[in-house]
């Protein structure tokens, strides 16, 4: 007997340790929870083969192409941010110094923070 208290559908039969889904008790595959009609437990229908090849080819294709436009936008981010607090956090630490010490300092700790994200 399942509780229910939220906790995992995947479950294991203590006789011959198949597994199988506590919602609509079919046996679980590969797909099972990781397609969007995996489980038909809410009423959704399974897809056909083909749409179901349609979807892991997008999320095949999809997946790369996520990472590389979070690369393309966090990476000039990084290399653009790091060096200005570095700069910053420089800059208001030498306040009692002299105007030149300070613009030297934090140009130099600029550089070197710039030179050493990229």
Known sequence: MKED???????HCT???AEFCWLCLKEITDLHYMSPTGC?????KPWS???RLMWQLGSLIGTPAVVVATAVVSVP???GLVPYSI???VYKKMKNESKARRVISTAAAVT???IGAS
Do not use: E, P, Q
């Not at 208290?5 to 479950?11: F, R, V």
């Not at 038909?40 to 959704?44: A, D, N």
């Open 49 to 51: 083969g083909r749409k």
């Open 87 to 89: 700069g910053k956090k």
């Open 112 to 114: 070197g923070s710039a």
């Open 40 to 44: 038909t437990f809410w009423g959704k």
């Open 77 to 79: 981010l990084i290399i």
């Open 5 to 11: 208290d939220g906790s995992c559908n995947h479950m």
């Open 15 to 17: 006789m011959c340790r």
